[in-house]
């Protein structure tokens, strides 16, 4: 149900369907806003910054998702699949099993045309546009397939950021397609209760009718949904947690460590910084994830754009 290699869990401890009743479980993402938010942050977080050239073209990847998500159609989620699937505990747009519409592939020939658009492009980006050109659409299904159950081929990566990319225009827009009120939480919380993905982050929230809530963002269809805090989000438990940040920055951006399972997450704090980007930040702070992955926590899940 997930995509993307997924750190080791160890058993899960405690009630999984813990946290508030106060803060909406679900909710479903705006297509309209979503890409074109983290392309704007991309932007201002590249000025100045270390890896500045390549959140750059990130920034531009998104563009070409924000393009690409007004562009396609995609089917309405039958009514009748979506109350069997949450009836089954399963999420509704199951990723390693939906039957995927051919708008994905249009999202991805929209993406690749922008990028034609663009002047003076790397070689290795115009190489790999090159190489998802030239492949018919049964070798793109089938990168498609290996993306969703993460079994990327090495020699696949840089294609698998593109392919990547429509993926979540694709299911960004089938669960915008939703009810959040028939989507129910996952027993595993730590799972997209719309398409069994993985986090690529939290956010603590700052405003809004629960102000101090913590929401994981999907790596895949953008969904977000409530988690309690103070509890490991691979393991469940929380005995053993800590939060780490960079010395000397504003503390917005951390990682929740976790001794048990000796996994990690990012985790955002709107309060720190109202402008955050759950997508944006996660990308922009590589730095957070190698200072943690040298003392020997395993990033819960990978985020999908950092494949290549």
């Known amino acids: 149900m997930r995509q993307g290699e997924v750190a080791p869990k160890a058993p899960w401890i405690g009630n999984p369907q813990g946290g508030v009743s106060a803060p909406d479980p679900v909710i479903l993402p705006d297509p309209a806003t979503r890409f074109a938010r983290t392309s704007g942050r991309l932007g201002v977080l590249a000025v100045d910054h270390p890896m500045g050239e390549w959140l750059s073209f990130l920034s531009e990847l998104s563009q070409a998702q924000h393009e690409a998500a007004d562009m396609i159609e995609v089917p309405e989620p039958d009514a009748d699949d979506v109350a069997k699937a949450t009836a089954a505990g399963m999420p509704p747009l199951a990723a390693d099993g939906h039957d995927r519409d051919m708008a994905w592939r249009e999202a991805l020939t929209l993406i690749l045309r922008y990028f034609d658009r663009l002047p003076d492009m790397p070689e ?87 102000p101090g809530v913590r929401y994981l963002f999907c790596s895949l269809c953008s969904t977000a949904w409530n988690h309690v805090r103070a509890v490991c989000i691979t393991c469940g438990q929380s005995a053993h947690l800590s939060l780490k940040s960079v010395e000397g920055e504003n503390g917005a951006v951390q990682v929740e460590t976790c001794d048990d399972c000796h996994t990690y997450a990012k985790m955002l704090y709107a309060g720190k910084d109202p402008k955050l980007d759950p997508y944006a930040d996660d990308l922009a702070s590589l730095g957070l994830d190698l200072m943690v992955a040298e003392v020997g926590w395993l990033r819960h899940a990978p985020n999908p754009l950092l494949l290549a």
Do not use: M, W
């Open 124 to 210: 290795l980006v115009a190489a790999v546009i090159d190489s998802l050109n030239d492949v018919d659409e049964e070798t793109l299904e089938r990168l498609a397939d290996d993306f969703l159950h993460g079994e990327v081929n090495p020699d696949d990566a840089g294609r698998a950021v593109f392919i990547a990319a429509a993926l979540q225009v694709y299911f960004t827009k089938l669960a915008a397609g939703l009810e959040a009120a028939e989507v129910p939480l996952l027993p595993e919380r730590n799972l997209c209760p719309c398409c069994g993905s993985t986090a690529v982050a939290g956010v603590i929230t700052a405003s809004g009718k629960t």
